[in-house]
Each structure stands twice: as structure tokens, then as C-alpha cells.
């Protein structure tokens, strides 16, 4: 057996892990943003989890929406149509994009999931910022008291910050593995792990994720070696296009994703109020695309290229996502004055187009190997 395939399988049943929690007493709620303080929600007994759909088309979606919205986010809301998420008790989301943001109003009028919550996430941090997002978050706890009749208390919030901290650790000793050469986990393995701990109780994820660490040393079916590549971009459900870039002789080693580095990477300070220090951790972490600042992100990006030993990067960005068009260029050169190649490829959320970027990832890693 495979070291990746519990985190896969996991992943590829994922409404059926859902609805498992649900039948186990607990209470099971949707996020959509990785600005959304998942340790609230875990401190009254319930299980966050990241909603997003897959490949197939969207045509209960699109009867809502324009042709020219995220595809990532219209695939997620057509699988609420479709009732894939009916075992959610809630739903929360956090103001991110204006995609998401406005797509927000459809799960309130089209869902019958019966709590909706939207968190108002400043994208900037100053200090008064800062003091507008913690009164927002206990804002937030008293919400989930009121919905759900069930009391979040600060030792409470201390164990969650606990099982949170301990899953980021692992995280980090998983992509550790990545900096040998050839990768101990693959590109495409690691967006797995990531997504299925997105999914799945944080407990059983950090079991799973011991298990790993200790098995990766001994696996008998590594990754080959390859061009050591970075990947950036907007966010990124299916390790579809992650598959191809391997196949096609790359090899993944690090990425710069919301559902990859940036989820797990800054801790929750353990030592601090617990109430301060989810605030703290969830507005001053590395910043998504949406957030005014670049700096930050691109100085993680170029950390990572260097920590990683990276030979290339491949920007994904979605189709009509504003927010990574306008960083794609400047993240472009930035590379560009390490001496690093980037290959820009904008994609639909679907199965359409795959054989075009197929073709031009193949011809980019043949350049930056030298092969052909």
C-alpha cells in the first residue's frame, strides 16, 4: 500500500467522512477561506471542513451565476445544488475575494444549510485592523453560541490550538521530506495529504500524519528525480495539474498555495490569550492574494525556492481571478531576477483545457532540463 493512499482515500470520500462525523455526534461545518479561525469552530465540538467541488461541469451553478465568475467557486457552490453538503450544520466563509465574497449571498438564498456566517477579514494590518478583527472574532464565537446552544470556552479554544499547532508541525516535518533528492512525497501526494487534513478531523489527520513521517523513509515507490519545481497560484483543490507537471518530468518539491504552505506554515502563539493569539495568527500570516500587501508573499515565495532547492516555478492562476493576475506579472519578475524560469498558465476549474497546459508544462520542463 502506498504511504498517501489513507490521506487519498479520505479525500476522494470525503461526503461520506462528513456524514461518518455526523453520525458520530458531531457537529460538521463548511469553510471556504483559509482566513476562516477553524480552532473556534473545533472548540465546540465540531469539525471544520473545506468546501470545494471537482472537474465536472457546473450547470446547476450556472443558472446563478455570470459566465465570467470563478470557476473554483461556482464548482464549489454547484455542489451545494446538488446536495453533496447536505450533512453540513453551518457554513462559514471569510471576506476574501469578491468572487467569493458575493457568492456568499447565493448559499444564503439558495442552500438550506441552517446557519451562514460571513467573517470580516480586514485586508490590511494596521493596528486598528488588528482591534476591528478580534472584536470580529469574539463577534463570531457568539454567533456559533447562539446557533448551536453550545459554550466555547478559552480552555476549550486552548486544546484546539493545541490539535491545530501540532497538525502545522507535522505538516512541516511532511514537507521536510520534499527537500531531499528525489522527494521523499511527491507534488501531487503532498496536495493530497493537504486537502485531506482540510476535510477530516484534525485528530485522526495528525495520527495519520505520524504514521507517514515514520513510513516515508522506508517507501519502496519514491518519486523519481526531476526538474525541482515551485508551484504558485490561486487555490488549488485537485492535484490533477500537479500530476501532469510530474509526469511531464517535474518534480514538486514546495509550493506557494492557500491549500498548500500558506494554510499550516505560522503557528497560533500557544503562550499568549488564546482569543488574542487566533487573531493575531489568522490576520498576520502569510497573506493570501487578496490582502494589499505583496511583499510578504513574495518574500515567502522566494524562501521557499531557495529552502527547496528550486529549479522552476509554474504560476496557476484561474481564469477571471483578479487578484492573481495583478501579482503573477510582479511575482514574474522577481523570479526572473533570481535567475529563476516561471511559466504562467491560467486554467479553468474543470477538465477543459488539460491537454493545452499538458503540452506547454511538458515543452517548459524541457527547456529548463535541457532535453529536447
Not at 480552532?39 to 450556472?62: C, Q, R, W, Y
Not at 456568499?104 to 438550506?112: L, R
Request: aromatic share 8%; proline share 4%.
Amino acid at each position: 500500500m502506498n504511504v498517501v493512499d489513507p490521506f487519498r482515500n479520505n479525500l476522494l470520500t470525503r461526503h461520506e467522512v462528513g456524514k461518518r462525523l455526523k453520525a458520530q455526534g458531531k457537529l460538521v461545518v463548511g469553510w471556504s477561506c483559509t482566513s476562516t479561525p477553524e480552532e473556534i469552530i473545533h472548540s465546540m465540538n465540531a469539525v471544520p471542513v473545506m468546501v470545494f467541488g471537482n472537474l465536472e461541469n457546473t450547470k446547476l451553478a450556472d443558472v446563478h451565476l455570470p459566465v465570467n465568475s470563478c470557476s473554483f467557486a461556482r464548482s464549489g457552490f454547484n455542489s451545494v445544488l446538488k446536495g453533496d453538503y447536505d450533512y453540513l450544520d453551518g457554513f462559514v466563509t471569510s471576506r476574501s475575494c469578491d468572487n467569493r465574497n458575493k457568492i456568499f449571498d447565493m448559499w444564503k438564498h439558495y442552500s438550506e444549510i441552517p446557519f451562514i456566517e460571513f467573517i470580516n477579514t480586514p485586508h490590511t494590518r494596521t493596528e486598528g485592523a488588528y482591534d476591528f478583527f478580534f472584536n470580529e472574532i469574539l463577534r463570531f464565537k457568539s454567533s456559533l453560541e447562539k446557533a448551536f446552544g453550545e459554550t466555547i470556552s478559552t480552555s476549550g479554544l486552548k486544546k484546539s490550538v493545541h490539535v491545530y499547532n501540532r497538525n502545522r508541525l507535522l505538516l512541516k516535518k511532511v514537507y521536510e521530506l520534499r527537500k531531499r533528492e528525489p522527494p521523499l512525497i511527491s507534488g501531487a501526494e503532498a496536495l493530497e495529504i493537504m486537502l485531506s487534513s482540510m476535510i477530516m478531523s484534525k485528530e485522526d489527520h495528525n495520527g495519520l500524519l505520524e504514521s507517514l513521517i515514520e513510513e516515508a523513509p522506508k517507501r519502496v515507490d519514491p518519486p523519481k528525480s526531476g526538474v525541482r519545481l515551485l508551484i504558485s497560484g490561486s487555490v488549488l483543490d485537485n492535484p490533477e495539474l500537479l500530476r501532469i507537471a510530474e509526469i511531464a518530468g517535474g518534480n514538486i518539491v514546495i509550493d506557494d498555495l492557500c491549500t498548500g504552505s500558506r494554510y499550516f506554515w505560522d503557528p497560533v502563539d500557544s503562550d499568549s490569550d488564546p482569543w488574542h493569539a487566533v487573531a493575531e495568527r489568522y490576520l498576520r500570516k502569510i497573506s493570501s492574494f487578496s490582502m494589499i500587501e505583496n511583499e510578504e508573499r513574495f518574500k515567502h515565495t522566494i524562501e521557499m525556492t531557495k529552502q527547496f532547492d528550486v529549479e522552476a516555478v509554474l504560476i496557476f492562476t484561474l481564469k477571471h481571478c483578479d487578484t492573481h493576475l495583478f501579482d503573477a506579472p510582479q511575482l514574474i519578475n522577481e523570479l526572473k531576477n533570481l535567475g529563476l524560469p516561471a511559466l504562467h498558465l491560467e486554467w479553468e476549474h474543470s477538465q477543459r483545457g488539460l491537454a493545452q497546459l499538458k503540452t506547454r508544462i511538458e515543452a517548459f520542463i524541457e527547456m529548463v532540463s535541457g532535453v529536447g
